[in-house]
């Protein structure tokens, strides 16, 4: 509170000495200066991104998301490759009754990420998804493989009104995997958000608005900054660096000013929980749902601040997807709840009308020996039986509000006819590095932006232009529907 007096001391007393520069809410002239002093008004202009770390080695390939050789996701493999991707004989993706399209990416139809994302979403909004699923190799549950691509998603440009980039985990990347070293900038760290408490308490307007109304202490702040922008304007600092001096004083001000006038209001912006179309009757999760489950409130909260531009990126980590228990059930559970988790970002991207893209990998894979899980929860498929790197892959969902993007392909790298990893079959097979690339060259894809990722991203290894074409999924489907 000592530093607040000072700070607006002197120049709320003068203040009264020429009350008419008050306002009622931030002026027109002061909107337009927001961008020389660094205010973010709507995110920058780019796609919402938000990845899931499945960490422990989960299975995506197969008894999710369908992946096949070298022509696509339906070019099936043998019958021993699909038992070691967990699928029984009877439950072959080669009986069209085992492949749902509804998303545009094939999914097994008894996938547990399909049926948490059913849940989570209406018809419409899954009319407006695809993807495409990449073969990648990577190492068995651990935090050492560099998957994380955040700090690749700030610098092909996106950003936040308040954050740069925030995740559920205390770490430089966000997430449980690491960041390549190459693309981390220490200056935009991710924030730590894993609960509705960390996002709405993102922003304290300060004792102001305790005291006066939120109006006007807008209309204090304005005043202040325009009162003290003249006073500026007489004074030299005597420095070499007069300008940045006054710069300083005079966008501190208005920073203050716009905090006010954008969160300085009853109900807070910022929380998932005061938003009815996450939490409550007609809401995404039900209340009970919500206050019982701590990977929806992870999730609420990471989306609701990327999703409104809050946030430019986030990283969802989801614990325990190391799930070879010498049964079936417990994969198909935990695969089912992230698959809510997935679909609740896709519905909440539909519901307020922005595009999405939505990645998602883990650390390793599994594979199964075929001895069947007969039990209720194990569904009659094949039980997870060990770590198994071969058979890893990631896979990432674009949802646009104008409706479902044409692909180029949804397939990116292939599977040997036994369900290992082609590892010659894209630069992403073999190399987790260049699997991060190659998703930022399909985020830099999206906005048709394709032809700048050499220079924005120096020494990648996705080899030419024509190599970078054969290794895009989508070309800019979303470009003028970004609300940012």
Excluded at 153 to 167: D, F, M, P, R, S
Excluded at 229 to 243: F, S
Excluded at 361 to 380: A, K, M, Q, T, Y
Aim: with cysteine; aromatic share 6%; net charge negative.
């Amino acid at each position: 509170m000592a530093g607040s007096a000072t700070l607006f001391g002197a120049s709320v007393f003068s203040l009264f000495a020429n009350p008419r520069q008050a306002a009622a809410a931030l002026s027109s002239d002061l909107e337009n200066l927001k961008e020389s002093c660094g205010i973010a008004v709507s995110g920058a202009g780019k796609i919402p991104f938000i990845c899931f770390d499945l960490a422990g080695g989960a299975n995506i390939a197969g008894s999710n998301v369908l992946m096949g050789k070298a022509g696509g996701q339906m070019d099936f493999l043998t019958t021993a490759g699909y038992n070691k991707l967990g699928l029984p004989g009877d439950m072959l993706p080669s009986d069209p009754a085992f492949v749902n399209e509804e998303l545009g990416l094939a999914f097994h139809s008894d996938s547990g990420f399909l049926r948490g994302i059913m849940q989570s979403t209406s018809a419409s909004t899954r009319a407006g998804v695809d993807g495409a699923i990449i073969a990648a190799r990577s190492e068995n549950d651990t935090g050492n493989n560099p998957h994380n691509p955040m700090y690749g998603i700030y610098k092909a440009g996106a950003n936040g009104e308040l954050l740069t980039l925030i995740g559920s985990q205390s770490s430089d990347s966000g997430g449980n995997s690491m960041a390549p070293m190459n693309l981390i900038d220490p200056e935009v760290r991710p924030t730590k958000v894993d609960r509705p408490s960390d996002a709405s308490g993102l922003v304290d307007v300060g004792d102001l608005i305790g005291i006066l109304d939120p109006s006007d202490a807008v209309a204090v702040m304005e005043s202040i900054y325009q009162i003290s922008d003249a006073k500026m304007k007489k004074v030299n600092a005597g420095i070499t660096t007069d300008e940045v001096v006054k710069k300083l004083v005079k966008c501190g001000y208005l920073k203050s000013a716009d905090l006010a006038d954008r969160y300085g209001k009853e109900a807070n912006p910022l929380d998932p929980m005061a938003d009815p179309d996450i939490v409550g009757p007609a809401g995404i999760f039900s209340s009970s749902e919500f206050n019982g489950n701590r990977e929806f409130q992870k999730t609420a909260s990471v989306m609701k601040l990327v999703l409104n531009g809050y946030a430019g990126a986030g990283t969802i980590t989801m614990g325990g997807y190391d799930y070879h228990t010498g049964e079936r059930g417990t994969g198909e559970r935990r695969d089912e709840q992230a698959g809510r988790c997935m679909g609740a970002c896709l519905e909440y991207a539909a519901r307020i009308g922005t595009p999405l893209m939505l990645y998602v990998f883990s650390d390793g894979s599994v594979s199964s020996n075929g001895r069947i899980d007969d039990s209720l929860e194990g569904r009659g498929k094949g039980e997870w039986t060990g770590d198994n790197q071969q058979t890893a892959a990631s896979f990432f969902l674009i949802y646009d509000p104008k409706g479902r993007p044409t692909p180029i392909r949804r397939q990116i790298g292939s599977m040997r006819p036994d369900a290992s990893v082609d590892t010659g079959s894209s630069p992403a097979a073999n190399n987790v590095n260049q699997l991060v690339q190659t998703v930022l060259l399909n985020y830099m894809a999206l906005h048709g932006e394709q032809g700048d990722f050499g220079a924005r991203f120096t020494g990648h290894g996705l080899g030419n232009s024509t190599m970078q074409d054969s290794l895009i999924a989508f070309s800019n489907v979303v470009n003028g529907t970004i609300n940012g």
